[in-house]
């Protein structure tokens, strides 16, 4: 009997959450899994009913959980609170607490969407690559940090970017170990390409060092390549079907990911997972709470709903069920059914839909 | 009588350089400007030579001269030596002494070579971008940085994000000013995005409220928008025609730059000014030393001649040299001249050319 906690959070996350919730359950029955679902405060919400941003209850509750499925967290309302309290600091805390240094995020092209992108269609079509994020270190949770204030009367904001030679080590082994499984299910090479500053880092030349020692000692069968995260930038728009896993730091890897899911023009399509040193793992989507359309019935819930296919396969080893969601989805993509964010007006056949009928689509699949 | 030294550096760099100077010297004697030219050591070459990648010899003339022109540095050559003989070094060494701390990088779409890039032409076509990046603070020159051992054995590698409020200051001055130019020039309202992660690091948040304190204060008429930078890194990619002047730290800068360089296909055509509090200034292309393909005639020269019209028109306020030099780029362009990196195959008008045939295509339409 395995648990899990759903924390739909702000903005957007309540009616995606909704959409993901009835496939869950949905899925739940039709291959017996057995799961139970609870649900819970994260966010915005949370602060306005708690007073904080991760109750501790929350954290008791995943803690306890087995996975985690999380909305989305901020929104205008919560700008101005004291910094320690607002929304993704929750995010943030949840993250460090658990544990969750392992953030998987695919850039996949639905072919069915090729033209949502703002890239050429052959630059892009068949894309599928794989960010391997460190999601509890680095300069996101380096000390000191803070804004002090000088001796002639100004202030000085500063952050540490920081990484200890184990910390970089846990987050190879995934890259690398990912990457032989991708390998082994395409019958391609296996390959890497680590992400770091290190002309001008101290910190990121640890890391590529890091990153040489672990594949020379123990993945010699993956080819590991090396890319300043500025080129990586640039490449990623020019040729991004050069790259299969890319290992990165937390901020490199905030900012990368993002851009590799807007290549695919389709960010409200892509889900993520936050994994632990178990495979324990909090699974979310990579877009955000998209307050200036909350409420209003037109969100993508997809991500979300492929998020907890993620779920069924890291957490719960549960592959036939991950792929039935995944082919229920494009499915009705086949079907002709669009959200706004992944509508092309010249396309005829196409159906705009809302984000409930949409979910309620996916579920009719199943 | 002004002096201008020349850098030409490694890989490419010499190729492109003696194109450039050679436009350099006729729009000298067409204007009559009475500018002397010398040239010195930096980067590899001048480790090579001297054992440092920025010998006092170099810097001390940089100091002395009205303008530097810089070719590119570094090279697989020079990866195995000491950190601090580095090329790269060498470039952030002379940024630093010579306090160059505004880098401006323009993102702009030549028309003629709309098909070069991976985006659709019609997200770009009339792209024209500046972005204000920080250039001698930030996590590039923040201390303390290193890698240190640990008590239990292992490394880390730390690095420090570190702003003040004067920094800010002035490079937001930087990015004001120039909105409101070039909203004159264009006939469009100013604006400035101001990139930042203010939601999880502390020194962007002195950043993001030191922006907001000075359009308050004394830029009422420039609209002031902010953005995170993985947010950024999507839009430039989603609609980049959004945006006018982005300013930003150098580490976001750096990426941020070279990704807008990449959205137009040909980041050999763009040139960059790093600029004092006086306006002396560096010159250099936006792209790297590209030492695979140096010596081969094939380097694309025009960023650096490009870099040179900056020169005439931020140091020595020649605007008519400037743009001779300009529209002379923009004709051989209108003859169908290309170097191999904005050759589209497709077009059978277009003619290949190699560094010295396209640099002296524009010699001849001065
Ligand atoms: C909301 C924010 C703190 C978060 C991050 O920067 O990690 C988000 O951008 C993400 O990528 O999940
Ligand atoms: C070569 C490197 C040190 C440099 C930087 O990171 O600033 C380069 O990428 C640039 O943008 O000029």
Redesign the interface.
């Known amino acids: 009997m395995a648990t899990i906690l759903t924390l739909a959070g702000d903005g957007i996350g309540p009616e995606i959450m909704t959409q993901a919730v009835d496939v869950l359950e949905a899925i739940n029955k039709k291959f017996s899994l057995g799961l139970t679902l609870e649900s819970g405060l994260i966010g915005g919400v949370a602060v306005d009913a708690t007073g904080e941003p991760l109750p501790d209850e929350t954290l008791a509750r995943a803690r306890a959980a087995d996975a985690v499925l999380l909305g989305a967290v901020?929104g205008p309302k919560w700008d101005g609170i004291e910094?320690s309290k607002?929304p993704?600091r929750g995010l943030?805390k949840i993250r460090s607490e658990l544990g969750l240094f392992a953030n998987l995020r695919v850039a996949k092209l639905y072919p069915q969407l090729v033209n949502a992108s703002?890239?050429?269609p052959e630059?892009i079509s068949g894309l599928d690559l794989l960010i391997v994020r460190e999601l509890t270190g680095g300069?996101?949770f380096?000390e000191p940090?803070?804004?002090r204030t000088?001796e002639n009367g100004?202030?000085?904001?500063?952050?540490?970017?920081?990484?200890?030679?184990?910390e970089i080590q846990r987050i190879g082994k995934v890259a690398f170990e990912l990457a032989q499984t991708r390998a082994q299910a395409a019958g391609t090479p296996a390959k890497v390409c680590s992400v770091d500053?290190a002309?001008?880092?101290?910190?990121?030349?640890?890391?590529k060092q890091t990153m040489i020692e672990m594949q020379q000692a123990d993945y010699s069968d993956v080819a590991l390549s090396h890319m300043y995260?500025?080129?990586a930038?640039?490449q990623l728009?020019?040729?991004p079907k050069q790259f299969d896993v890319m290992v990165t730091g937390n901020?490199f890897g905030?900012?990368?990911?993002?851009?590799a899911?807007?290549?695919t023009g389709s960010?409200g399509m892509l889900p993520s997972a936050s994994l632990d040193a178990a495979g324990k793992g909090m699974y979310e989507p990579c877009h955000g709470s998209a307050p200036d359309i909350a409420g209003q019935d037109k969100a993508n819930p997809l991500a979300t709903i492929l998020s907890v296919a993620m779920m069924l396969r890291y957490t719960f080893k549960q592959e036939q069920a991950a792929q039935a969601i995944e082919q229920a989805v494009s499915d009705v993509l086949d079907d002709g059914l669009r959200t706004l964010d992944i509508l092309d007006a010249s396309e005829a056949a196409l159906k705009q839909v809302g984000c409930k009928e949409m979910g309620q689509a996916v579920l009719a699949k199943l």
């Open positions: 901020g910094r607002r993704e943030l703002s890239i050429k630059i300069i996101y380096g940090r803070g804004i000088l100004e202030q000085q904001g500063y952050n540490t970017m920081v990484y200890s030679t184990s500053k002309n001008v880092l101290e910190v990121t030349e640890l890391w995260a500025d080129n930038c640039m728009i020019k040729n901020m905030d900012i990368l990911s993002d851009e899911a807007m290549l960010i």
